[in-house]
């Protein structure tokens, strides 16, 4: 992957290179605002509002995985010529960071999320029971920082108020507008935060999850443990029949009514899961890891928050006693 995405920037390069030979940028006063995934383009979208003139740009709006997801040369060309841009920073899209050595626009103001979290930031975690990896390619042996930053309201909050002075520093003439916006998001973030800890700073659980695990910011705001077959990252789809049996047996433990799941999932393994407790009467319910959110979802009404609502009330079902 990584060759074919040096060739993918390589011609990008040249393209953006001929292009600024022959045609001058346009220079109509109009400014952009490039991101990388949902939470980073939902979070911009809420500073910016609807009566800005920014011109806003989500790169995975296909519905791409951050894990999964390739730029095209024209994904490289909006990046070299944006305002600013906003990404993770994390292994997935470590592909920006040469984008961005070849960027056009120098005065480009860069937020890079894992930056401005850097005290936030945990390592991927391998808990028992977890499937091996069965290749970890080119990075294996270096450290992994888990990237799901945005499954933290908490981590949130501070990326947005990041991302209000990006904005706010190429538009001060809106500054105002920005401000009130970020400041009324960010007591809607705040507000949904203190539902997650009046359901479980004194009701703490353990999560069971049939796939990969990529809350794990979640449980560390809300003191929740959990078990799962993969690690947020992992590029596995079949788990072991010790994995399996091994998450079948946590269930039965705990006594755990449900065995989760990420969106898109077959439930193929949360099916296994179930099949070998004592009772086979768990019920599966999906949770939204925000990764892999697409124009039609955001068409129809899909944001940040939105989301993670549902997946609140999802926990309350489960768990409010």
Known sequence: MLKKIIAILGSAVLTASLYSCSTPAADNGSLSVVCTVFPCYDWAKQVIGDTSDIELTYLLSNGSDIHSFQPTADDIIKISDCDVFIYVGGESDAWADKALENARNKDMTVVRLMDVLSEQIVEEEHKEGMAEEHSHGEHEGNTEYDEHIWLS???AEKCVSEIWKAVKSVDEENSALYTNNAKQYIDEIKSLDSDFHALFD????TLIFGD???????????GLDYYAAFTGCSAETEASFETVTFLAEKAD???APTIFTIENSDCTIADAVIANTKTRSQNIKVLDSIQSVNKKQIDEGATY???MKENYEILKEVYDS
């Open 153 to 155: 309201l908490s981590n």
């Open 202 to 205: 004194d009701n703490p659980q």
């Open 212 to 222: 990969r695990f990529p809350f794990r910011y979640m449980t560390e705001d809300y």
């Open 253 to 255: 433990e705990l006594n």
């Open 305 to 307: 928050l939105t989301i």
